[in-house]
C-alpha cells in the first residue's frame, strides 16, 4: 500500500497547507486549491507510456531467504512501501509471515515476523497472520493490514511491532482500538494528520483508525454491493486497497465490482471507474492525482486519471505477470509493486532506469535448445511442485481414479468452435454430489478465491492449487460444509450468489473443498496465475500408463489446408513449395480407462531420415516443437492443433488431436512456422514423428511419411536459330 505523506520537506509544507484548508473550509464553506506540485516538488506524472518491468528482489522460488535482492526469497509478497531513504518494504505472508526490507544496497533481510501467530514484541518476537497492505507515516512508522489477524498493526524503525486496533476476532464493531473488530482487512493509508484509513475487506466498509485509536466507520453498510451514495448507505464488494489525499479524499480499489471508487472527506461515495477491462487489487495515487492499480484477469498495472481514463503501463507478450499485489509511487514517479504469484517484487520506471533490468522470457533460445539466461518476470521454472504425496482430490485419495482429460487438450465451445481453448488441467471423473477433497496443505493467497457459483466452471483456488467443476464450500443440496471457512454472500433479493473464503485462510490434506457438479469430474490446475504446469507431474498414487501412443495420420498440408498427395506410396513434394506444415493425428490411453476415452500427447516432435532412415545432418534428434509442460496462452490452440481437430461433429464422443508440429507451443510460449522444402536437395527421404505420453511411451506404428521432394521442372529457353 502507498504512503501518502513523506518526511520530505515540500510534504511538509503540503501538510500546513491541508490545515489551512481544512480551517478555510470550517470558515468559509469552501477549500481553495493547493498551489501546483510542481511548482516547489516532484515533476508532474506522465502519461500513457510503458516499459519494460525490473526486478527489485527476488528470484522466483517460493521461500524465506533474506540476502542479495537477486537470490531472496519471498512467499506470499504482497503490500509495498517505499521509504525516502530508498528502503521498500514488503509485507510477506503465505507461510513467511514477515516484514521484510528490500535495503538500497541490495540486500533483503527482515524487520519483523517470526511465524504465524498474533503477537507483539520487537523483532522475529512479534507474529503475523498474513500481512496484507503496507503504509508509512511521517515518522517513519509502518502500518500492516495483517489480514489473517483481522488487525492493523504498527511496526516502529526500529521492528518494535504493537497493535493498533483489531482484537483478533472477526467481526464488526467501532470503538476504542483494543475493542474494534475487523474483518480480514487487507488496504491501509495514512494521511497527513496521522489517521489511518482501512480497506476493512470483508466488512465491505472504509474505516478510519483517529492518532488517539478510536476506529470509525466511514462509508459502507457492510453488505457487498454496488451503490454510490451516503457513507453509511453506500456499499462496496470486498474493496482490498485504498490512497488517501493531503486533503482526506480516500480513493479505494472495489475488486468484487471491478471499480475504483471516491469517498469524500464526510463519506459520500461516488465511481470514478466502473465496469473495468480488469479487476483492481493494488491501488497508489501520484502526487497530484493520478491512480496506479495493479489488476487482475488479466494480470497488468496501469494509470487511471480523473475522468477514469485507462491506460496499461506494463508490456505484455514476453514479460507476463501472474498476480500483481501491492504497489507504490516514489517522488520521481517511479513505481514498485510485487508480484505475488511470481514471488518477486518489480519497479516500473520511465525510461528503465532500474537497478536490475528485466530479461525476456527464453522465447528463441528456447526454441532452439540453446539455453538463455533465467527471465526475471514470473515465476521460476524451478519452483518445487505442491507436496500432494500423490494424492488424489477425490476419496480414496490413495486409491485409483478414472483420468478423462490432461493439460494442452483441444475443448470446442457451444456455438460451432471446435478448437476454442486449450484444457488447462488435469480431469478426474467422479461422481456428482461426491466431496471434492485437498491434496496438500495449503493456504488461500487471493481476496477472490471462489468464483462461478453455480455455473459449470465453478471453482476455488488454494494457493497454487485450483479444484474446478464443484459446488464450492457446498454439500449437494446447499448447506454450508464449513460455515467458519466458507461464507454464502446474498443478493439484494436474499439469495446466495457468492461463495467468500478470507485470504488467509487454510486447508488441511483431506478436508472437504465442496462437491462434484453435474460436470462429473474434478478439473485440477496446479501453479501460479499464467504459469499453470501440467498436474501429471504431481505423481498420482496408482496412475499408469503403458499404452505407447497411437498415430492415425501423417501429413504435410499447404497453405490452403490441402494435404499434399501421395504417389506409390510417397508424397509428392514440389522442391519450389513453401510453408509447409506437418500435421499429426494421434492420441493416448493410459491404464484402465474406459477404451472410448482418448486423452491428447504430452510432446511431439519430428526428424528428417535419408532414405536408408538415417537422420541428416540437424535432425540427429527430433526437433520437439509441442511439449504441455506448462500451459501457454489460450490463444494457442490454434497454434497447436489444426483445422479438424476437437469434437467436430455434432453428437461425437471421440475428440480429434490434430498436431502441427511445425508451430512450437511449449514452456508456456506459442510460435508459428513452417517447413520449407527448400532446405532438402530433391529425393526421397522419410519424415519420422515422435509422439511420447507423460510417462515416456513413444508410437512406433505409423510413424514415418515417406516423402520425395521432386525437382522444380525447367523452362524451356529461347529458340536457338542458325543462318549460313
Request: no cysteine; charged share 20%; aromatic share 6%.
Amino acid at each position: 500500500m502507498p504512503r501518502t505523506s513523506r518526511r520530505n520537506t515540500w510534504l511538509w509544507l503540503v501538510a500546513a497547507l491541508t490545515v489551512a484548508a481544512l480551517a478555510a473550509t470550517f470558515l468559509i464553506g469552501r477549500v481553495p486549491p493547493l498551489p501546483s506540485f510542481e511548482e516547489f516538488g516532484p515533476p508532474k506524472t506522465e502519461w500513457g507510456w510503458s516499459e519494460r518491468v525490473s526486478l527489485l528482489a527476488g528470484d522466483g522460488v517460493r521461500g524465506s531467504d533474506d540476502g542479495l535482492a537477486t537470490q531472496a526469497r519471498f512467499a506470499d509478497p504482497w503490500g509495498v512501501a517505499r521509504a525516502d531513504d530508498g528502503t521498500v518494504y514488503v509485507a510477506d505472508a503465505g507461510d513467511n509471515n514477515r516484514i521484510r526490507r528490500i535495503r538500497p544496497d541490495g540486500n533483503v533481510d527482515t524487520l519483523a515476523g517470526g511465524g504465524e501467530g498474533f503477537a507483539d514484541g520487537s523483532g522475529a518476537q512479534a507474529a503475523f497472520h498474513t500481512p496484507s497492505g503496507l503504509a508509512l507515516d511521517l515518522a517513519g512508522n509502518l502500518y500492516v493490514a495483517d489480514t489473517g489477524n483481522h488487525a492493523i498493526r504498527k511496526v516502529t524503525p526500529a521492528g518494535v511491532v504493537t497493535t493498533l486496533a483489531g482484537n483478533g476476532q472477526p467481526g464488526f464493531h467501532d470503538g476504542a482500538g483494543a475493542q474494534a473488530q475487523f474483518d480480514g482487512p487487507m488496504g491501509v493509508a495514512v494521511d497527513a494528520s496521522g489517521r489511518v484509513h482501512v480497506a476493512d475487506t470483508y466488512n465491505d466498509r472504509i474505516r478510519v483508525i483517529e492518532p488517539d485509536g478510536r476506529v470509525w466507520t466511514l462509508a459502507g453498510d457492510g453488505r457487498p454491493g454496488h451503490l454510490d451514495g451516503p457513507g453509511m448507505l453506500a456499499r462496496f464488494d470486498t474493496p482490498t486497497d485504498l490512497a488517501v489525499s493531503a486533503l482526506g479524499r480516500v480513493w479505494v480499489a472495489d475488486t468484487g465490482n471491478r471499480a475504483i471508487r471516491h469517498v469524500a472527506p464526510g463519506g459520500a461515495v461516488d465511481t470514478l471507474l466502473e465496469d473495468a477491462p480488469a479487476t483492481p487489487v493494488g491501488l497508489a495515487r501520484a502526487h497530484d492525482g493520478v491512480l496506479h492499480v495493479t489488476t487482475l484477469w488479466p494480470s497488468a498495472v496501469v494509470q487511471i486519471d480523473g475522468r477514469g481514463r485507462w491506460h496499461e503501463i506494463t508490456q505484455r507478450g514476453e514479460q507476463r505477470l501472474s498476480r500483481p499485489a501491492g504497489i507504490d509511487v516514489d517522488l520521481e514517479g517511479g513505481l514498485h509493486f510485487s508480484d505475488a504469484g511470481a514471488y518477486r517484487v518489480h519497479r516500473l520506471a520511465r525510461g528503465g532506469n532500474a537497478a536490475i533490468e528485466a530479461l525476456p522470457l527464453p522465447v528463441a533460445t528456447a526454441v532452439a535448445g540453446e539455453g538463455s539466461a533465467a527471465p526475471t518476470v514470473g515465476p521460476s521454472p524451478f519452483n518445487p511442485l505442491p507436496d500432494t504425496g500423490g494424492r488424489w482430490p477425490l476419496r480414496p485419495q490413495t486409491g485409483w481414479h478414472e483420468v478423462v482429460g490432461t493439460l494442452g487438450e483441444v475443448r470446442g465451445n457451444y456455438s460451432g468452435e471446435s478448437r476454442n481453448h486449450l484444457h488447462g488441467g488435469f480431469d478426474i471423473r467422479g461422481d456428482v454430489g461426491q466431496p471434492v477433497v485437498a491434496i496438500a496443505d495449503a493456504k488461500v493467497g487471493s481476496p477472490f478465491a471462489a468464483w462461478g457459483m453455480e455455473r459449470l466452471n465453478e471453482g476455488l483456488a488454494v494457493d497454487t492449487l485450483q479444484y474446478i467443476h464443484m459446488r464450492v464450500g457446498r454439500t449437494p443440496r446447499g448447506a454450508l460444509i464449513d460455515p467458519a471457512r466458507f461464507q454464502l454472500v446474498d443478493d439484494d433479493e436474499g439469495k446466495p450468489r457468492r461463495v467468500r473464503i478470507r485470504r488467509g485462510t487454510r486447508f488441511a490434506v483431506g478436508d472437504e473443498l465442496g462437491t462434484i457438479n453435474r460436470m462429473a469430474h474434478v478439473h485440477l490446475a496446479v501453479g501460479t496465475t499464467g504459469y499453470e504446469t501440467n498436474a501429471v507431474t504431481l505423481g498420482f498414487v496408482n496412475y499408469a500408463d503403458t499404452y505407447p501412443p497411437r498415430i492415425d495420420s501423417v501429413e504435410l498440408l499447404d497453405a490452403y489446408d490441402r494435404s499434399l498427395p501421395k504417389q506409390a506410396g510417397r508424397v509428392q513434394v514440389p522442391a519450389d513449395a513453401r510453408d509447409l506444415r506437418i500435421v499429426v493425428e494421434a492420441w493416448d490411453q493410459v491404464d484402465r480407462n474406459l477404451p472410448r476415452r482418448r486423452l491428447g500427447l504430452y510432446a511431439l516432435g519430428y526428424q528428417w531420415l535419408d532414405a536408408g532412415e538415417r537422420p541428416l545432418p540437424g535432425h540427429e534428434t527430433p526437433r520437439m516443437n509441442i511439449e504441455f509442460n506448462r500451459m501457454p496462452p489460450n490463444e494457442a490452440v490454434k497454434i497447436a492443433y489444426a483445422p479438424g481437430s476437437g469434437i467436430t461433429v455434432h453428437g461425437s464422443t471421440v475428440t480429434r488431436f490434430r498436431y502441427e508440429l511445425t508451430n512450437t507451443v511449449r514452456d508456456g510460449i506459442a510460435t508459428t512456422g513452417y517447413w520449407q522444402p527448400s532446405e532438402l536437395a530433391p529425393g526421397d527421404y522419410v519424415l519420422r514423428i515422435t509422439a511420447r505420453d507423460w510417462s515416456g511411451n513413444e508410437a512406433i506404428a505409423n510413424r514415418d511419411l515417406r516423402v520425395t521432394i521432386t525437382a522444380p521442372e525447367l523452362e524451356p529457353g529461347p529458340a536457338s536459330s542458325t543462318s549460313g
